[in-house]
């Protein structure tokens, strides 16, 4: 019972990483808030984790809408009355060669990976802030700190990632607020189907350890920096990649 009291926000908790990280921040204890735009899937998990006697809800947002994001957070603070932990996990690719990548392609991935943090991070900062202490954890990427072929947009919004993370880290340290990242590597969820067959056996065999990721190594970490244990971790970035970028 790591988290037992406190209430956590999951964006993209539909699905893969934010989804195991529900289930294991409700068994540890805490309140979730499910975030994220597929409602359907949304709702079904929050169920599911209802029916195993956690204490979950779902709320339907876009976080690269920050209008959407600010009605979602007056709901989440209205159902739970605080915010302790911000997960901010919803992401997407639409990976493309570069000179192959529509500007469209280009600016949405921005807009979900890189707005949608700073969306969410700002619609729920005042309340943390109000508490004098809370954890703000973002997720990057091993493409945002080492690059990949094909992910131009998702490696710049992944690398941004880190630069908010470590100025929110100095702008809001010294107010009771830890801010971090977890720099996940190849973690075995849907977003990783895209990735054809040849690419995928180059990039396991690039990874030290003999296995891709799994969402529940991602959601141990999440767990980490979201509990009093990690309380002097601050504008940290966790390589959770099995040693790929070493
Ligand atoms: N490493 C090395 N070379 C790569 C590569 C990679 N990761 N990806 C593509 N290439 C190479 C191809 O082998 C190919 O080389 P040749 O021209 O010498 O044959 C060249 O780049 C062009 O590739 P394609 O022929 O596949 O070009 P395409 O236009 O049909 O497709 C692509 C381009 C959409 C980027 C496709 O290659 C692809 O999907 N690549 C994988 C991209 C990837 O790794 N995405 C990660 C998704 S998971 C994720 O993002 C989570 C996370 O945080 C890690
Ligand atoms: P996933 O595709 O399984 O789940 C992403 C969730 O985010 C989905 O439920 C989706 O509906 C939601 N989402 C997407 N856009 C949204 C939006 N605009 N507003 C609200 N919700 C939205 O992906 P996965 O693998 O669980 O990824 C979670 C995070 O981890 C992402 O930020 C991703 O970039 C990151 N990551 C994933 C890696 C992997 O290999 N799977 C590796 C490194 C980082």
Redesign the pocket.
């Known amino acids: 019972m790591r988290l037992k009291g406190k209430t956590a926000v999951i ?10 990280a529900a289930e294991l921040f409700g068994k540890q204890g805490a309140q979730v808030a499910i ?4 409602e359907q ?2 709702e079904a998990k929050a169920q599911q984790l209802r029916a195993e006697g956690l204490d979950v809800a779902f709320f339907k ?5 920050a209008e959407n994001v600010k009605e979602m957070a007056t709901q989440v603070i209205a159902k739970f009355g605080k915010v302790d932990i911000l997960i ?6 639409k990976d493309a060669m570069t000179l192959k990548m529509d500007v469209a392609n280009f600016k949405q991935v921005l ?3 890189l707005t ?1 943090v700073f969306n969410c991070t700002q619609a729920f900062l005042p309340t943390l802030l109000a508490q004098g202490k809370g954890k703000v954890i973002n ?6 700190t080492g690059g990949n072929v094909g992910q131009v947009n ?1 490696a710049a ?2 690398a941004g990632v880190i630069g908010m993370t470590k100025t929110w880290a100095k702008e809001f340290g010294g107010k009771g607020i830890n801010v971090n990242a ?11 189907s895209t990735i054809p067959e040849k690419i995928l056996g180059q990039l396991k065999q690039l990874t030290p350890y003999p296995r ?2 799994t ?1 529940q190594d ?1 959601a141990n970490a999440y767990l980490f920096l979201a509990s009093d244990e990690s309380d002097f971790v601050n504008g940290t970035v966790l390589e959770v ?1 099995g040693g790929m970028l070493t």
């Open positions: 964006t993209g908790g539909a699905n893969g990483i934010g989804a195991v975030v994220d735009f597929n899937a949304g947002a876009d976080v690269s809408d901010n996990n919803a992401g997407i690719t807009d979900v990976n949608g997720t990057s990427s091993i493409t945002g998702y919004s992944k977890v720099a996940p590597g190849f973690i075995e969820t849907d977003m990783i891709f990721g969402p991602i990649d």
